[in-house]
């Protein structure tokens, strides 16, 4: 008992030392043409690689503002027949940085994006929040200047203290903020390897009283790299004992690919991928 103990402990001190970085977050769209469209035009996003699975009937777009080897992107996937989703009420919003929130904002609105919060001075910043084609917010963020454009996003959790330690012990994330606001009846967290806006952040917001959310069924996954998918495994199924969560997929190549992956549902139920750093570069290859 006491080795088994001992070697957990060792295995625990492992995302600490891991090379981790977001690589992209999955969600699913019912038109991939009209969103590739409003996200280069409206968001100057770039369209970086499209591949279509005719034999699964589903279609993905990789979208971002720099090169997937570098920088944090989302990907769409089309199902064929399947023109809507639902998000439901757990998923938050995506965020994206510009020098200028105003501007970005009216060029937004003059190509047909729908504004549903004006930009306003938040504190010694400014932002304002947008809609996609599809339903999905994204918050507009003024920052200087930042190499990662596409800089965090927000999931809505049932207990905030149990999800930080989970975070911080599964992933190695760190607590870089929190906040309590009484007076909307919220606590948000700011956890991830490193602060913005040179790092891509997760944010964690706790409702008062709100335990459990809806997941819907567009909002997919997260992925990250490590490097040692195998032992990044062992280190969550630890974690998801103690804290919650379940392994979904146990660590192993993807056929046809080769690329190892494992990945897993956090206590909330949101899904996170662990991606091989290395089988990743030669993917993109």
Same mark, same amino acid.
């Given at each position: 008992?006491?080795?088994?103990?001992?070697?957990?402990?060792?295995?625990?001190?492992?995302?600490?030392?891991?090379?981790?970085?977001?690589?992209?977050?999955?969600?699913?769209?019912?038109?991939?043409?009209? &969103?590739?469209?409003?996200?280069?035009?409206?968001?100057?996003?770039?369209?970086?690689?499209?591949?279509?699975?005719?034999?699964?009937?589903?279609?993905?777009?990789?979208?971002?503002?720099?090169?997937?080897?570098?920088?944090?992107?989302?990907?769409?996937?089309?199902?064929?027949?399947?023109?809507?989703?639902?998000?439901?009420?757990?998923?938050?919003?995506?965020?994206?940085?510009?020098?200028?929130?105003?501007?970005?904002?009216?060029?937004?609105?003059?190509?047909?994006?729908?504004?549903?919060?004006?930009?306003?001075?938040?504190?010694?910043?400014?932002?304002?929040?947008?809609?996609?084609?599809?339903?999905?917010?994204?918050?507009?963020?003024?920052?200087?200047?930042?190499?990662?454009?596409?800089?965090?996003?927000?999931?809505?959790?049932?207990?905030?203290?149990?999800?930080?330690?989970?975070?911080?012990?599964?992933?190695?994330?760190?607590?870089?903020?929190?906040?309590?606001?009484?007076?909307?009846?919220?606590?948000?967290?700011?956890?991830?390897?490193?602060?913005?806006?040179?790092?891509?952040?997760?944010?964690?917001?706790?409702?008062?009283?709100?335990?459990?959310? &809806?997941?819907?069924?567009?909002?997919?996954?997260?992925?990250?790299? &490590?490097?040692?998918?195998?032992?990044?495994?062992?280190?969550?199924?630890?974690?998801?004992?103690?804290?919650?969560?379940?392994?979904?997929?146990?660590?192993?190549?993807?056929?046809?690919?080769?690329?190892?992956?494992?990945?897993?549902?956090?206590?909330?139920?949101?899904?996170?991928?662990?991606?091989?750093?290395?089988?990743?570069?030669?993917?993109?290859?």
């Amino acid at each position: 008992m006491a080795e088994a103990a001992q070697s957990n402990a060792e295995l625990l001190e492992w995302p600490k030392k891991d090379n981790h970085r977001f690589l992209h977050v999955v969600y699913r769209v019912g038109d991939l043409d009209r &969103t590739i469209k409003f996200y280069t035009e409206v968001f100057g996003m770039k369209l970086l690689r499209k591949r279509d699975v005719p034999e699964e009937k589903y279609t993905n777009a990789f979208l971002g503002f720099g090169p997937e080897q570098t920088n944090f992107v989302v990907e769409l996937t089309y199902n064929y027949g399947v023109t809507s989703y639902d998000i439901g009420t757990g998923f938050g919003h995506f965020a994206i940085a510009t020098p200028d929130v105003y501007k970005f904002v009216e060029e937004i609105r003059a190509k047909g994006g729908v504004v549903i919060r004006e930009p306003a001075p938040i504190g010694d910043t400014v932002n304002a929040f947008v809609k996609d084609p599809d339903g999905y917010e994204f918050e507009i963020q003024q920052k200087a200047s930042t190499p990662e454009p596409l800089c965090h996003m927000l999931f809505r959790v049932g207990d905030l203290d149990r999800s930080i330690k989970f975070y911080e012990k599964a992933l190695g994330f760190k607590l870089l903020n929190k906040y309590d606001l009484p007076e909307y009846k919220i606590t948000f967290a700011i956890i991830g390897y490193g602060e913005e806006p040179e790092r891509v952040v997760l944010e964690l917001l706790y409702n008062y009283g709100v335990t459990e959310y &809806t997941k819907g069924n567009a909002y997919a996954q997260v992925a990250i790299g &490590t490097d040692d998918v195998y032992k990044s495994a062992e280190v969550v199924k630890i974690v998801t004992e103690e804290l919650g969560g379940k392994i979904t997929r146990e660590p192993g190549p993807i056929p046809g690919i080769n690329t190892k992956i494992t990945s897993f549902l956090d206590p909330d139920g949101w899904k996170i991928v662990l991606v091989d750093n290395q089988d990743f570069l030669k993917e993109l290859e």
